[in-house]
């Protein structure tokens, strides 16, 4: 080996990624004991190794800005961070959530179209067809009650539930085609109320009915006759 | 597509593998750190370009770093602004083996490069990085291996007598303060 292989081969020796084959450390070894020069030159190559451990160590010493490998995924890519496309994602879901719910809201809630025609002959319809569609829908307002059967009821006007001696009754109203008979009805269920059996004087403009358990007190308007039209 | 599926994954790995050890390169070439965000980026912009240039992922750091040499040197031309010390009479200086190992700063060392030539600057820095050969080097700068090992050998004792100066004067004039 010569000089010029041994500097060479010292070279190499002081890098890890640059290992020296097993059969050129030998003869490189020989070459260090023979010659003054080379031995020199490999002791201060030896000296200086401090000096490359520090500068390679600062030489790494360079921080890496946070959240920079992020920024260029997204430039690359043209995406948004993960982060706002989950805070995305679930802004736009609670935002279809919301609108949806109003839509729905405002939908259940929306005014209901009236026509003038409407107005002008809801007098004249009829609420409920029979006595039975009646009591099937106080049954649902918790009123558990049996409607008077001597009415016409295409004549009904109103079903209401109102407070008679501090109790929900009905009360029923029926008014004639020519608006000059009418008639409002209580029914009084015996189970709660015990009601006067006897009859009561015509000119009171009120009559009694006793049936079937029930008391049903009828307050009218116009005359008997007119009322008559009214009763079946 | 390509060797991990598609370009976006394979962007991906790029970015996640080689990010910091580009950055750091980017930012001991440039002494800047605007400078070395612009360039790493730079550098997975042209590679997401050239992608299939790539056949074997096992070169990706070497290719990747080429790119980056490459970016440098062009923004570099573009300025021709910069002044660096001759390296002319380096070789005949005396290299101080036996000085004290002077504890090495990372903006000191940052300063010491700054004064050298592209051309010595980059071999030193890939040389203490310590993850490539020297036959890396030489294939990133396209110059045969004996001019790798004759440059850095001048670059390193350039680097080493500036350090130790700077810490020779540290050392003075702390001194002088005490007195």
Known sequence: MDCQDARLLLAFSDRPSEKLDPAEIQPLQHHLEACPDCALAAERQQAVRGFDLAIGSAMRDVPIPIGQPAMLKQQLFGERPVLWKRWSVASAAAALIFALTASGVYYVNRPTVVTTNDLLTWPQQGIASNAEDVDSFLEKQGLNVRSPRVFDYSLLRSVEIVEFQKRRVAKLTFIANDEKVSASVLVLPHRQFDAPNQDIQANLSIRIINEDGYTYAIYYQGRLDGLLRVLN | ?179
Not at chain 2, 38 to 52: G, P, R, S
Not at chain 2, 72 to 83: F, G, I, N, P, Q
Not at chain 2, 103 to 116: P, R, T
Request: glycine share 4%.
């Open chain 2, 1 to 179: 597509m390509s060797w991990f599926g598609s370009n976006k994954t394979a962007v991906e790995a790029l970015v996640d593998g080689h990010y910091a050890a580009l950055y750091r390169y980017a930012y001991r070439l440039s002494g800047a750190t605007q400078a070395a965000e612009d360039l790493t980026q730079e550098v997975f912009l042209q590679a997401q370009k050239m992608l299939h240039q790539l056949r074997d992922p096992a070169n990706a750091k070497s290719w990747l770093f080429t790119i980056l040499r490459n970016a440098y040197l062009h923004r570099v031309r573009a300025e021709k602004s910069t002044r660096f010390v001759s390296l002319d009479g380096v070789a005949e200086v005396a290299d101080r083996g036996n000085a004290p190992v002077p504890i090495v700063d990372s903006a000191q060392l940052q300063a010491a490069l700054n004064q050298l030539p592209e051309v010595f600057r980059t071999p030193v820095i890939l040389y203490y990085f310590e993850d490539f050969s020297y036959k890396d080097i030489a294939e990133q700068m396209n110059v045969p291996l004996g001019t790798v090992m004759s440059r850095l050998a001048r670059a390193k004792m350039v680097l080493r007598q500036s350090l130790t100066e700077h810490a020779e004067v540290t050392t003075t004039t702390a001194h002088g303060e005490g007195i």
